[in-house]
């Protein structure tokens, strides 16, 4: 019979799409997996035939005001960790704790801070995820904050000054823990390490669900660190869907350039798609602008038959079939761009964004500004690079790499080999 597996996670679809595919996965294996996590994904999960639990604090990705906050360049992190976590915490624990009382095992994400302390007040085996390589924190390959371009240049100076900068990160959160660290003393437990640091991973197991090419394995990174791949949530639910016209608006001229900003950096787009259809026009390419849900993002009069808007479309199916990719950096976009093949251009906003961007950049077949420097004047000139046979080719080069990889087997192949041994 198969094991019971909890899955938690939180955040946006970047966060619940490679979560939900590994669910997938471990059900397809004969396992009894249930993915906990915000009430706003419920019918989106039960909808692919998965078991779902309800963990706060609810997410609305239709809270603009909230969205936009959270995505703060700056104090994002901070409203993130402080605001909307730790005065949930108690909540987020007991619905952890009522789902996870039969479970085999627990799967956390880097910020579902009540899932290691309930593994531990059961005494149930854990593992934990890092969707991103900036979330393990590595002195040899030093982090790149939001607003802080300078850090690109620390990598070159070694591990030294790698350490100064993860120095400088814990004196700044050093505060943002109180709570948590009170809740653990209250519940009878050892006040553990910093949760946005060392105490996120697991002693068990650590998956790294980002594609392999963009970061290999470092010195100090935890030495139970698996590489999976990203898992991919492939489109097998209605949903996925093409919108109405744009199968035929492929067919009907020259591959396009697509413009997204992802599921959370799209309720901050500020000039984004106005400079965005000046960037198409400018290059005399077709464009796809993803606006998301919000109505200001559609510029005015943007319909041609060289423009085609719409709030959303699969990236897996849309991708291969474009000339280059803009958007703000999110692992799940990034990493259907890589799988796809195709030069990126990189307007960051905040969180993990100007880390994978600089990773991508690394690469190859990338740039990146800052969203706030984005504008057709420096976009038009980047994506002309980009558009360079030479570039195209080493995307191409990676993009079978990135597809030869199998996120979802490598990632149930290790949660089943820990399941195995505990």
């Known amino acids: 019979m198969g094991k019971r597996i909890i899955l938690t996670t ?68 901070q409203v993130l960790v402080r605001e909307y976590l730790l005065p949930h915490l108690y909540d987020s624990y007991n619905d952890l704790l009522e789902v996870a009382r039969d479970a085999d095992l627990i799967l956390t994400h880097p910020i579902t801070y009540a899932g290691p302390i309930v593994a531990e007040k059961y005494n149930i085996p854990w593992a934990s995820a890092v969707i991103a390589p900036i979330s393990l924190f590595s002195a040899y390959d030093p982090p790149i904050f939001p607003g802080t371009p300078w850090m690109t240049g620390f990598a070159r100076l070694g591990p030294a000054a790698g350490r100064i900068v993860l120095d400088l990160s814990r004196l700044y959160t050093r505060h943002w823990m109180k709570p948590l660290y009170r809740f653990r003393r209250d519940l009878g437990l050892a006040r553990g390490q910093n949760p946005i640091f060392e105490g996120q991973y697991s002693p068990y197991m650590v998956l790294a669900l980002f594609p392999e090419v963009l970061a290999g394995p470092q010195p100090d990174w935890p030495h139970n660190t698996v590489v999976c791949g990203y898992p991919f949530l492939e489109e097998i639910h209605d949903e996925w869907k093409m919108p109405e016209g744009l199968h035929q608006f492929l067919e009907d001229g020259p591959p396009p350039i697509v413009f997204t900003l992802g599921s959370s950096a799209v309720v901050e787009a500020g000039a984004f798609y106005s400079e965005s259809l000046e960037v198409a026009r400018s290059l005399g390419s077709r464009a796809i602008l993803l606006t998301g849900p919000v109505e200001e993002n559609v510029p005015q009069k943007p319909h041609s038959s060289e423009v085609f808007v719409c709030q959303f479309a699969p990236y897996s199916m849309l991708f291969p079939r474009c000339r280059a990719v803009v958007s703000s950096a999110g692992m799940g976009t990034i990493s259907e761009g890589l799988r796809a093949g195709r030069p990126m251009l990189l307007a960051t906003y905040s969180h993990d964004q100007p880390d994978n961007a600089d990773h991508v950049r690394r690469l190859g077949m990338s740039e990146y500004v800052n969203r706030r420097l984005y504008n057709a004047k420096r976009a038009v000139p980047l994506l002309k690079k980009l558009l360079d046979e030479g570039v195209r080719a080493k995307a191409e080069e990676i993009g079978i790499r990135v597809s030869s990889e199998d996120g979802v087997a490598k990632a149930c192949d290790a949660l089943e080999k820990l399941l195995n041994e505990a």
């Open 10 to 77: 939180f955040g946006s679809f970047g966060d619940i799409n490679p979560y939900l595919a590994i669910t997938l996965g471990l059900k397809e294996r004969g396992h009894r997996p249930v993915l906990a996590t915000s009430e706003f994904y419920r019918s989106r999960i039960e909808g692919m035939g998965v078991e779902f639990h309800p963990v706060r604090p609810d997410i609305d990705l239709e809270d603009i005001d909230a969205i936009r906050r959270i995505m703060h360049e700056w104090k994002g992190p």
